[in-house]
């Protein structure tokens, strides 16, 4: 082992040591036995090290041994905590953006594999018929089963026109498939509306990415809903995978006048989100309905509860994916981050939905499902420019007109 980086590493783990004993040594000595502990921690961890360099059967550089310790210390917190390289940190900055290379999958860590919570519209992905709940269980022929979530996205981007292979096991399938993609340059557009039905808006969003508020709030006032020509809107979550706080936080002050969007509470600090008064707020007696499915997650589960819990509009659907914490982007000194889980957040009635979901108020699932597979490429153009041919915006359509034929009697 290179006996400057061994120097350097014992002395910075030495003065983290430091730092403890300096914080905690005025309360006595029963304390003392502690920083004791981390010193001896400190010494396996050096002499680990050292031994591996020495002695393992491939040659291993001292600086790579260094960063799988610290990319596997944050990953084994959690599926969603990871330490970002500097080339890392600009991709997810790139695709908070709504533009990024790969395939338009949003995955996470379950049960030692890849699962998908939802693909993006219009990408690779979408087209090639991936669904919620499928497990890549391979890709490009090596197991997902020990591969950590950032290094299952490394291998599924790469530049337009590359060509990734991926195994996929489906409930209802005999034995996995394999698929091959082809990588494009995912451009999302984050909201999709149109009228349905003379006075009815339908209105799609995909994800929470910059500017998300903004394309909503002017879908809204293209449609003429704060003219009165809009008696009942569908809000379609289904399959969004989420995105930033930020944008889940406006878009929720965008359909609430008032009340609480959502909670978080960390470690150090808790915060309630609270909804605010202006001109363009929803407006009260045109009927709200969000569609959310077991792909609808994290932000989309933020909305969702928010609109459920201050009883702003109705929840339809099939239960959500349930991820209820909140990753903070922490710069490091060489130009990376720590993407870290600093909180959780709960729905405005206090519920943590971690692994449970949002249950919606009314369950609807399709008697009907057809995979993108199944359909022509035409085919699925036309479901998404059409809206009104699915089976759940067509229930949803119902529950409004039932909705407004009861305020008509009043």
Same mark, same amino acid.
Request: proline letters at 4%.
């Given at each position: +082992? ?6 350097? @590493? %014992?002395?910075?783990? $030495? ?19 502690? #920083?004791?502990?981390? !010193? ?15 002695? !393992? ?5 001292? /600086? *790579? ?7 596997? +210390? ?16 600009? *991709? +997810? ?20 594999? &890849? $699962? ?69 340059? &995912? ?8 009228? &349905? ?16 508020? =903004?394309?909503?709030?002017?879908? %809204?006032?293209?449609?003429?809903? !704060? ?37 978080? =509470? ?6 309630? !989100? ?36 201050? =009883? ?25 981050? @720590? ?18 979901? &949002? /249950? ?5 699932? #399709? =008697? ?5 597979? *199944? ?36």
């Amino acid at each position: +082992m290179n006996k400057d980086l061994f120097k350097t @590493l %014992l002395f910075a783990l $030495l003065i983290v040591g430091g730092v403890f004993v300096i914080k905690h040594g005025a309360q006595g000595e029963k304390q003392n036995s502690r #920083p004791e502990s981390i !010193y001896d921690r400190v010494n396996l961890l050096t002499e680990v090290m050292k031994k591996v360099s020495d002695n !393992y059967v491939k040659e291993v550089s001292d /600086e *790579e041994l260094l960063m799988r310790a610290i990319r596997w +210390m944050v990953h084994s917190l959690d599926p969603f905590s990871a330490y970002m390289s500097p080339d890392e940190l600009k *991709e +997810m900055e790139t695709e908070t953006r709504g533009q990024f290379g790969g395939l338009g999958i949003e995955i996470t860590k379950k049960d030692y594999y &890849i $699962l998908v919570i939802s693909p993006i519209e219009d990408t690779p992905a979408w087209r090639a018929g991936i669904l919620p709940g499928d497990r890549i269980i391979k890709i490009n022929g090596e197991s997902t089963r020990d591969m950590t979530l950032s290094d299952a996205v490394k291998k599924l981007r790469g530049p337009k026109g590359t060509r990734v292979v991926i195994t996929v096991e489906r409930e209802g399938w005999d034995e996995p498939r394999n698929i091959e993609l082809i990588r494009d340059i &995912i451009k999302v557009k984050s909201v999709r509306s149109k009228i &349905i039905d003379e006075n009815i808006l339908y209105v799609r969003l995909s994800g929470f990415q910059e500017g998300s508020s =903004k394309e909503l709030e002017d879908a %809204l006032k293209r449609s003429g809903l !704060y003219e009165g020509k809009i008696k009942g809107v569908i809000f379609d979550l289904r399959s969004n995978p989420g995105g930033l706080l930020s944008e889940a936080l406006r878009i929720g002050d965008i359909f609430l006048s008032e009340g609480i969007i959502v909670s978080t =509470k960390g470690r150090r600090s808790s915060q309630s !989100y609270k909804a605010g008064k202006d001109k363009f707020d929803f407006p009260d007696g045109v009927s709200l309905i969000v569609l959310v499915n077991q792909g609808s997650a994290s932000a989309s589960e933020i909305v969702a509860g928010a609109i459920k819990d201050n =009883k702003k509009g109705l929840i339809v659907g099939t239960k959500t994916f349930g991820k209820a914490s909140v990753q903070t982007i922490i710069p490091l000194s060489d130009g990376g981050a @720590l993407r870290l889980t600093t909180a959780h957040y709960y729905t405005p009635a206090g519920n943590n939905i971690e692994e449970k979901g &949002i /249950e919606p108020d009314i369950v609807f699932k #399709p =008697k009907i499902q057809v995979t993108q597979t *199944e359909l022509s490429p035409e085919e699925i153009v036309k479901r998404r420019d059409h809206p009104e041919l699915d089976e759940t915006v067509k229930f949803a359509l119902s529950l409004i007109k039932g909705a407004n034929q009861e305020r008509a009697k009043e």
